[in-house]
Structure formats: structure tokens, C-alpha cells
């Protein structure tokens, strides 16, 4: 598994589908894997952000700007670990 640090460069992995659920949830289709997921409002934030091309240390930055709770060691974590999942569930990739 591909871990990532401040300087990996991320972004989407192909083209998702993306549908808003009635409960904050968003499910995102990958038609390169034909799988769906269940994310969560941040976890879709943060799919969103990696639109282009965009390092880790941009995004944690852009994340906690825009939710001051996250700013700080234990959010900055939250933020990396979702990172890792959404790259290992094969929703971002590295470039």
C-alpha cells in the first residue's frame, strides 16, 4: 500500500459519479473499479479538492481553513488518514 506524506501529489483517479444522500452521506460510483462508496461530507470534501492535481500539505491547509476545528495535530490526522483511504479504495491517485 502506498503511504502518503505532505509532498504527495494527489488527484481523482478517473471520472466518479457522485449523488448527495438525505443524510449529509454522499455515494461516489468509480466506473473504473464499478464499486461504490459511502463517504462522508469530509471525505467528499476532500475528493472535490483533488479535482487537479493538488499536494497533501495544500489540502490539510485549505481543510483546516475552512473548518477551524480541524486545525490542529488530532484534525490535521483525521484529514491524512482519509486521505490514505480514499487513495487506497482507488477514489484518488497519486501523479
Known sequence: MQTIN????LMLSS?????KEENC????YNPGTDELHV???????LLK????PARVT???????????SLHCDQG??????LLQKLLKRGLLQTS
Open 6 to 9: 505532505a509532498d504527495t501529489m
Open 58 to 68: 495544500e489540502i490539510t491547509e485549505l481543510v483546516e481553513e475552512a473548518i477551524p
Open 49 to 52: 479538492l483533488c479535482e487537479k
Open 39 to 45: 463517504l462522508s461530507r469530509l471525505a467528499y470534501i
Open 25 to 28: 452521506k454522499y455515494v461516489v
Open 76 to 81: 490535521h490526522m483525521e484529514v491524512m488518514k
Open 15 to 19: 471520472t466518479l459519479a457522485t449523488r
